[in-house]
């Protein structure tokens, strides 16, 4: 690994993600509040800001991991790794944004195959260290072999491919996020966890996930989309399931913590543990959505022949998220956790951060959109349900527009069920009430 030594100002300019110190390149502009979509790739040591949503959220669900002690007992520590962290943001907020109480349990790994992110990182680092100070010493006993890595301020940084790096050390907890598929790193991922595990997966081919890339669907994915309303949803749940059929064929199952489509990206979150049990029961999850004439669907394990052509799948068919953990991902929670003070902004603009009373204000709101509607869907999206696309009910009631979302809700809740936003770029809400009581409630909204 080359020497990370040196002022970073004077490779790039500086942006605050969280309440952490972000080293932008030279020739990368400087991020808008907001973003959608993919960024445009500027070379080594890239960073989308796009992704800042979920790198907040993954904050959020290891503080909670470590918090409520749902993934490791209370005296033991939690082992991390970034298998592709390129400038290793997430991992630097890992260590800067959990709570100071929870650090010296959690080890962290860093990982990338490109050595000028990873100096980057490191000099990062070094220049921005975190809040509180972990020394950790190299953990020998857990490699069969030294790994090829240095230890800085808390992180251990290893310069190797990701399927070498998953494979290195039984982890706890492994953030999967390649530029593209995460299908060629799926097996080494889930054989590297520890008995019982945490692990979050990202893809980006979102084309062959939604069914636009009917052949990179296929071949990636062994699944078949159809693109319509549902074609979002239907790309978390084909990850998902890949994830728990590589799971099962390891003999480990799923339990699902999150799973979202977010802008240009898929992102599944999931408890993973070692059961044959468990790995032999996953096909009860796995099924196809079948579109009915109405314009709703149908959740089956095996479609008719005269079905298939409106049918998609294979793919997870069970609840998507847990309720205690989505729960709590509240507003409140992110602010308190990921908003900067007025500290962490000083010593920021001392360094040469540029930020100003506007800059606060949008960072709020980014930090506030990245956790939007889950915690309210939580319930819901945890058991049986129907998602539903707002600009979809006029023509399934036979009206000439639809309600106010939020006057729906209070009109279902009345009706003694339950209704709430989904998070995603379109208006999808999601119910356990009947489709003809929905109906009937739009319809006496519009009467």
């Given at each position: 690994m080359a020497d990370a030594s040196g002022s970073t100002e004077r490779d790039g300019r500086l942006w605050m993600e969280g309440k952490t110190l972000v080293q932008l390149s030279a020739d990368q502009?400087?991020?808008t509040h907001m973003?959608?979509?993919?960024?445009?790739?500027?070379?080594?040591?890239?960073l989308n800001p796009a992704m800042a949503p979920a790198r907040t959220r993954s904050v959020l669900l290891l503080a909670d991991a470590l918090e409520h002690d749902w993934l490791v007992k209370p005296d033991h520590d939690l082992r991390a790794l970034d298998a592709l962290c390129a400038t290793g943001v997430r991992v630097r907020r890992w260590r800067n944004e959990v709570p100071a109480e929870h650090q010296q349990r959690l080890r962290i790994t860093a990982n990338d195959l490109d050595n000028v992110a990873l100096n980057r990182l490191i000099a990062a680092h070094e220049h921005h260290p975190p809040a509180t100070r972990v020394d950790h010493a190299l953990e020998d006993d857990r490699y069969e072999r030294l790994p090829s890595g240095t230890m800085h301020n808390g992180l251990f940084v290893m310069n190797n491919d990701a399927r070498i790096a998953l494979m290195e050390a039984a982890y706890q907890w492994v953030d999967l996020d390649p530029f593209g598929s995460p299908v060629n790193f799926l097996d080494a991922a889930v054989q590297g966890l520890s008995r019982v595990a945490f692990l979050e997966v990202t893809a980006t081919d979102t084309a062959a996930l939604t069914g636009s890339s009917a052949s990179s669907g296929q071949r990636r994915y062994g699944a078949k989309g159809i693109v319509d309303s549902y074609a979002h949803d239907d790309a978390v749940r084909v990850l998902l399931g890949l994830i728990a059929t590589t799971a099962a064929r390891h003999d480990r199952c799923v339990e699902p913590v999150?799973?979202?489509?977010?802008?240009?990206?898929?992102r599944v979150s999931v408890k993973i543990r070692r059961s044959r049990e468990g790995a032999s029961d996953v096909l009860q999850s796995m099924g196809w959505r079948v579109r009915n004439e109405d314009g709703t669907y149908r959740f089956v394990q095996h479609p008719a022949p005269d079905e298939v052509g409106k049918a998609s799948g294979p793919m997870w068919i069970g609840p998507l998220w847990d309720k205690d953990i989505a729960g709590r991902m509240t507003e409140e929670r992110v602010l308190s956790l990921c908003n900067p003070t007025e500290d962490d902004i000083s010593r920021g603009q001392a360094n040469g951060l540029?930020?100003?009373?506007?800059?606060s204000k949008y960072a709020a709101r980014e930090l506030v959109r990245s956790v939007r509607y889950i915690a309210q869907a939580a319930d819901l999206m945890s058991r049986e349900h129907t998602l539903y696309h707002m600009d979809d009910l006029p023509n399934m009631a036979g009206v000439g527009h639809g309600p106010k979302m939020e006057a729906l809700f209070e009109a279902v809740q009345q009706n003694g069920y339950h209704a709430a936003r989904v998070p995603d770029i379109d208006p999808f809400f999601v119910t356990d009430a009947p489709h003809d009581e929905l109906m009937a409630v739009v319809r006496a909204l519009l009467a």
């Open positions: 502009e400087r991020p973003p959608r979509g993919p960024a445009k790739r500027t070379g080594p040591g890239f999150l799973a979202l489509f977010d802008g240009h990206h898929v540029i930020w100003n009373e506007d800059d």
